[in-house]
């Protein structure tokens, strides 16, 4: 497989590093650029797409850009795609009080990767999800919601980077980008 140049589309390095980490012994060259897009609402998919599209346009050539969501089934997949709000108004450390009230703790971490020709073009989407469970924060707290999604006895927080890299919905979802992108060359 010919390198395959990616633009990106983060202003999150946490994100970044975390990608570029895994893409490391894939022939994807990734550079990153932070676009300020506006976000609809809509299902993981439709928004994924809706920013790629968006993106494309901004930039005038091939995107990629990445949603993050956290799918409690207490709630019937909510707060999905708005995850960041509910993180951003309660914090790290007290994100697990809401399901407080419930005895189903468990969850899916879910990452959309949406890959865009350029402009006027559709969009390709990759998912990746992983079960777990909401627990107290436990571990770094530096990065969104990982030290509350505890995964087969450790949150991503207290995983090593490799380790959860491996089976992580970002890591899920990145390895079927890149067996998509061995079929297009």
């Known amino acids: 497989m010919a390198p395959k140049e990616l633009n990106f589309i983060t202003g999150n390095k946490n994100k970044l590093a975390e990608v570029q980490a895994i893409l490391s012994a894939t022939p994807v060259k990734l550079q990153s650029q932070a676009v300020d897009l506006v976000e609809i609402q809509g299902t993981i998919e439709e928004i994924s797409k809706d920013?790629?599209?968006?993106?494309?346009?901004?930039?005038?050539?091939p995107v990629l850009v990445e949603d993050t969501c956290l799918c409690f089934n207490a709630f019937?997949?909510?707060?999905?795609?708005?995850?960041?709000?509910?993180?951003?108004?309660?914090g790290v450390q007290q994100f697990h009080k809401?399901?407080?009230?419930?005895?189903?703790?468990?969850?899916?971490a879910v990452c959309t990767f949406a890959y865009c020709e350029g402009p006027g073009k559709e969009p390709t989407v990759f998912q990746g999800r992983t079960d777990g469970k909401?627990?107290?924060a436990r571990g770094p707290?530096?990065?969104g919601w990982d030290a509350c999604f505890e995964y087969e006895g450790q949150t991503y927080?207290?995983?090593p980077k490799e380790e959860k890299n491996k089976i992580s919905h970002r890591g899920r979802a990145l390895a079927k980008l890149v067996e998509w992108l061995k079929q297009e060359v």
């Open 51 to 61: 920013k790629a599209r968006r993106a494309a346009e901004v930039i005038n050539g």
């Open 76 to 90: 019937d997949e909510l707060p999905g795609p708005y995850v960041k709000w509910f993180l951003a108004a309660l």
């Open 98 to 108: 809401l399901l407080a009230g419930f005895d189903d703790k468990s969850a899916q």
């Open 134 to 136: 909401i627990v107290p």
């Open 141 to 143: 707290t530096h990065f």
């Open 157 to 159: 927080a207290e995983m």
